[in-house]
């Protein structure tokens, strides 16, 4: 169901280095040129939500296709933002502890999700997720329930601009942490166990225990996006977190390319950042993420990733087709 | 005995695809599993690496028992296998097909992996290294860089075996390894197939192919999931049973 | 006695209400192979067409929910025509393609009427009095029908030749191309019959409860539910899936708080996932 880019080669690699560390640094540049409030709010979305698209990709990489990866993002943040609130403990020390509970109550589910095949492994999970709702509604007495959190510490002052680095510095980190697992034997023995779960297990790879682990890591990262987005947002709704939101994580991800590591990146960005350029719309502003998903779908079967490729075999085709009519 | 397999049955619902079977393999012989399609020597081999797991029997390996074990377990403990159908790491180039394959030996802990540690990179060039010694002898080293499942028929099962070998197993079992290919390429495989037994590897083959019977010790033949004769090849050629099994099969020689 | 009864001709309504959208969408789950997000914004939006046909029009109910059907099942044949055809195979992009459907259907619905809190006039009007039981006909009604609907379905699928061909490609959709069979063409019918059954479905269920634009969501989970529940391959298991969850919703709620009910209801389906993945009557899905 994945289609897979292979790219080897030092060059290759050092070439994206480089690519990275000047979107970093440009990155890191914002907030000298841009002041508005609205903006670096976006921007922000745009950061948490590369995070959890990200780790969407990581886990789906595995052959587990997650239909309520939301849902972690929203016990990270519940988890946080409660225990700061009932133990006044310092976010600083409970972001982090989201993530924990986020990977601990994975991997609690992984151990027996692990052994379905995909499609029966995003109904599961989609379930999960609806059940993770109904869970958070049950204990509203800490949560809010249905009516939301409250009264969160905040991580800053008021200005965005402290969040704006601590963001893009999380990024960076997460994307790293998932980087770093995609890279090494264990991403490519998880690329190996989707291509082929039976030529994975005869040659000694434990299928069960690297989907868990793919997992672990998936929603750990998911879970601290989560828990620092509770302590940036200081209001948290189920909404944010339901089953509507797992599925905007997986067109992010469909959309941006599950080929490539920049995919989510790209997908999650374009996709927050359009309809929001068109906010003065309103109600019409479903309309131009539909409108985005239409184009995409037509024009990038590969999602955004996949049209340097399609632009270069375009290109080509035109090229025989013309070298082909001068020789007749 | 390196391999025991005792009163090995598997019913499928109605269906029982193998009946009591009792076959033992020696270290270092090469034995050959023969029968008609459908004898169930495929399901054979699932029984044994534990992509099945056995109604009734049980399979002794090196002693222990390894007859509930999973899959990656018994590949932990050894056993390498090649697929009928030949599937692989198909959109791996061959090289990364094998690397990947190299997981077992040497084998990096899950935390010097992920940081990079000394241990995992000296790990990781000795496999580079293991993986294009294994391809130069599956002659597949001028195709290292292509996808496999660009590869044409005959380069992809001789990838198979090389992914087997990778997991320096002390018993390999080979389903069907010369199925669909010309007299070349099966000259070939059989030739690495011999080298692979003077390292010392226990193998255990099913094959239709006359040409495998030459290399090997001896066969069992099955049919309907039962041993139905055992012995040197040219004793059981004779024998009355299997001349029946295989009937409508063209008489080997 | 009377809660009984009440809460008996609820769960039955309830049951056939979902075992018909659940049916709808198992039906093109199955020979397309697509999850049809799309699925309850179609229900959703047959409950504001039939409304249309019924006030605006001043058609008297039944005629517009027949209208109704009409018109969601050219709709139907639209959708597999333009939107899903060209993504045949592509799960993923079908995908997408559904959620789009969704999106379009919600947000229009949303942006024009959605405001406005409405109900479709009564199908039915009036309580049966049965002795000490009251029920009200509308909900005896839907009912009724949808169990009619139901049997109807179930005759279509197993008595005649485009029923056979809708099971042969739903079981073994290479195989139904060997045998000459017309996907495309099943794959319209399927659509077709998933939108008649959505729209009566909406229409009934209109008139019982208030239109709301985001109606069709609870649905779609309702029909997921359902699915995994069941399992694909058999429309009885689909009956059966229904009637389980059916009566789950309408029971559980009756002893404990809304979100428990609807926690133990996602509980039984995730540990009955874990040890059944294919469900209680479907066919095991390599």
Request: include cysteine; proline fraction near 3%.
């Amino acid at each position: 169901m994945m289609e897979k880019q292979v790219s080897t080669g030092k060059k290759s690699r050092l070439k994206k280095a480089i690519i990275y560390v000047i979107c970093a640094l440009m990155a890191a540049l914002v907030p000298l040129f841009v002041h508005s409030v609205y903006y670096l709010h976006i921007l922000i979305l745009i950061f948490i939500y590369i995070i959890v698209t990200s780790s969407l990709r990581t886990i789906a990489n595995s052959g587990q296709i997650s239909l309520g990866h939301a849902s972690f993002m929203g016990i990270g943040a519940y988890t946080s933002a409660v225990l700061a609130k009932q133990l006044g403990w310092t976010p600083w020390i409970t972001m982090p502890l989201g993530g924990f509970a986020t990977m601990a109550i994975a991997i609690l589910v992984g151990y027996p999700f692990s052994r379905l095949r995909t499609i029966y492994f995003s109904m599961v999970s989609l379930f999960f997720g609806i059940g993770m709702i109904a869970v958070n509604t049950i204990f509203s007495k800490v949560t809010g329930g249905y009516f939301g959190l409250i009264g969160i510490w905040p991580l800053f002052g008021r200005s965005k601009v402290p969040y704006y680095y601590f963001f893009l510095g999380l990024t960076l980190l997460c994307l790293l942490i998932l980087h770093r697992l995609e890279n090494c034997r264990i991403g490519m023995s998880l690329r190996a166990i989707d291509q082929s779960h039976e030529v994975a297990a005869s040659v000694g790879i434990n299928e069960a225990g690297y989907r868990v682990l793919a997992l672990a890591v998936g929603c750990f990262v998911a879970g601290l996006a989560g828990a620092g987005y509770a302590h940036y947002n200081l209001v948290l709704s189920q909404g944010s977190f339901d089953l509507l939101a797992s599925i905007n994580l997986l067109v992010y991800m469909m959309v941006g390319g599950v080929g490539s590591f920049a995919g989510p990146v790209i997908g999650a960005a374009v996709l927050i950042f359009i309809p929001e350029l068109f906010r003065g719309l309103k109600q019409f502003t479903p309309y131009v993420f539909a409108g985005v998903l239409l184009l995409v779908i037509f024009v990038m079967p590969r999602g955004f990733v996949g049209l340097p490729a399609q632009i270069k075999s375009w290109i080509n085709r035109r090229r025989e087709a013309k070298e082909d009519r001068v020789a007749s | 005995m390196l391999l025991e397999i005792n009163g090995l049955t598997k019913h499928f619902g109605g269906l029982t695809a193998v009946m009591g079977l009792d076959i033992g393999v020696a270290k270092g012989e090469m034995v050959g599993l023969i029968g008609p399609n459908g004898a169930g020597k495929t399901t054979i081999f699932n029984l044994i690496t534990g992509f099945l797991r056995p109604t009734i029997g049980n399979i002794v390996f090196e002693g222990s028992d390894i007859t509930q074990k999973k899959p990656h377990v018994v590949a932990r403990l050894g056993i390498a296998r090649t697929f009928q159908l030949n599937p692989l790491f198909a959109d791996f180039t061959v090289l990364q097909n094998v690397i990947a394959s190299f997981y077992l030996h040497p084998r990096s802990s899950l935390w010097a992996t992920y940081f990079n540690l000394p241990s995992y990179r000296r790990n990781e060039a000795d496999i580079m290294k293991q993986a294009l010694e294994i391809l130069k002898l599956v002659e597949l080293h001028n195709v290292k860089d292509d996808l496999a499942k660009n590869l044409p028929h005959g380069y992809q099962k001789r990838l198979g075996i090389a992914r087997a070998l990778a997991t320096r197993p002390k018993l390999l079992l080979l389903d069907e390894p010369l199925g669909g290919m010309n007299p070349d390429e099966r000259a070939f495989a059989i030739n690495v197939i011999k080298k692979t037994r003077q390292e010392g590897i226990t193998i255990l083959v099913v094959e239709h192919n006359m040409e495998m019977m030459d290399i090997v010790d001896r066969v069992t033949v099955v049919n309907f999931g039962q041993k139905i004769a055992e012995g040197v090849f040219e004793e059981v050629r004779e024998n009355k049973q299997v001349a029946e099994a295989y009937f409508g099969v063209e008489h080997p020689e | 006695m009377e809660v009984a009864v009440e809460t008996i001709v609820n769960v039955m309504m309830l049951s056939s209400i979902y075992i018909l959208v659940a049916l709808g969408f198992a039906l093109v789950l199955s020979i397309m192979g697509v999850l049809n997000f799309a699925h309850g914004a179609l229900y959703m939006i047959s409950g504001y067409v039939c409304y249309q046909f019924a006030t605006q029009f001043g058609i008297n109910p039944w005629l517009a929910l027949v209208l109704a059907t009409v018109v969601m099942s050219i709709f139907g044949l639209f959708l597999e025509k333009f939107c899903f055809r060209p993504f045949f195979g592509d799960i993923n992009r079908t995908i997408i393609m559904s959620i789009v459907i969704a999106l379009v259907l919600e947000t229009t619905v949303n942006i024009t009427v959605g405001d406005k809190v409405r109900a479709i006039p009564d199908f039915a009007s009036g309580m049966l009095k049965a002795g000490p039981v009251l029920v009200s006909y509308e909900r005896l009604i839907t009912l009724i029908v949808g169990g009619i609907l139901l049997l109807f379905i179930t005759l279509f699928i197993s008595r005649t030749k485009a029923g056979q061909q809708m099971l042969a490609v739903a079981q073994d959709p290479e195989g139904a191309i060997l045998q000459g069979i017309r996907i495309h063409r099943v794959a319209a019918l399927a659509i077709v019959m998933g939108c008649a059954m959505a729209a009566v479905s909406g229409s009934l269920m209109g008139a019982i409860f208030q239109l709301r634009p985001f109606a069709g969501n609870h649905m779609l989970v309702k029909s997921i539910q359902v699915v995994i529940l069941s399992g694909i391959g058999s429309i009885g298991g689909i009956l059966a899936g229904g009637l389980i969850i059916g009566t789950l919703d309408a029971i559980l709620p009756l002893f404990t708080s809304g979100a428990v009910s609807q926690a133990v209801g996602l509980g039984i389906i995730i540990v009955l996932l874990l040890f059944r993945p294919q469900g209680l009557f479907g066919r095991e899905m390599s």
